[in-house]
């Protein structure tokens, strides 16, 4: 039997990437770290026992653990944002502290999510900073709709390796693409929630459809916490090619 990967889950929000990595059976998460009261209680209650660390700027954690993901701040990168400054903004400037953590928990992979604006607003110094540590990285932009999700979504994918991995083990992008096969018609794990808008007669179903007086509690905190939420299919396919680099390793 396989043994578990460790993940170090940063900037965790409600534990998309958690979710989807566990989902292949391949990973376990040994620890979060996120400062939202409302996406801490969610992390409680769902992975129970496991330690949630608040404060990144402070944060430490000396492992060791196998992968490290982070869907870093984007408001600063965000197409939004008309003045934003990218990687040198306050809030998607605690990239830095990403790279710190890594450099804290010896050799691990690496696995990133942010706007897909992000190509424009301070890709090149994320590179250049993850090459600094000694790590090849790729990217690709994957929307959410890819894996069936009833939104565009566009998002761009880090996956760093340390560079003594560049033969043995390494993961690349077409790898990713090939796990992607069987995730079209997909549909089931979304029709809870939407149907899908791009078929024709499609829209979203009128129990979410919700007026000003009917929010139940906390309606604000979950639109948002989901808002800010990585779609776990991603993270899942992005798992399945990890583990076949391991194996291939």
Not at 157 to 165: G, L, V
Not at 216 to 225: I, Q, S, T
């Amino acid at each position: 039997m396989r043994k578990k990967l460790k993940v170090l889950d940063l900037f965790s929000g409600i534990g998309g990437f958690s979710l989807g990595l566990e989902r292949t059976g391949g990973f376990e998460t040994v620890a979060f770290c996120e400062i939202d009261p409302f996406c801490q209680r969610v992390l409680r209650k769902h992975w129970k026992g496991i330690p949630i660390y608040e404060d990144i700027t402070s944060f430490e954690y000396h492992g060791p653990v196998d992968l490290v993901t982070g869907g870093f701040p984007c408001q600063d990168a965000s197409i939004a944002n008309r003045r934003a400054s990218g990687i040198a903004g306050e809030r998607t400037g605690l990239f830095w502290y990403i790279i710190r953590t890594v450099c804290m928990v010896g050799r691990p992979r690496v696995l990133l999510e942010n706007v897909a604006e992000l190509l424009n607003r301070g890709m090149g110094t994320v590179l250049g900073a993850l090459a600094a540590i000694g790590y090849d990285a790729q990217w690709h932009c994957i929307p959410a709709s890819a894996v069936g999700a009833p939104q565009e979504r566009d998002r761009v994918w880090i996956i760093a390796d340390p560079c003594e991995n560049r033969k043995v083990g390494l993961v690349t992008i077409q790898d990713i693409g090939r796990f992607r096969q069987g995730w079209d018609g997909r549909q089931e794990d979304l029709q809870s929630i939407a149907d899908n808008p791009f078929q024709p007669g499609k829209g979203w179903p009128q129990p979410l459809i919700r007026g000003v007086d009917d929010k139940p509690p906390h309606w604000a905190h979950r639109v948002g916490a989901c808002g800010n939420a990585v779609v776990p299919q991603i993270p899942e396919m992005i798992g399945l090619a990890i583990l076949d680099a391991e194996d291939a390793a």
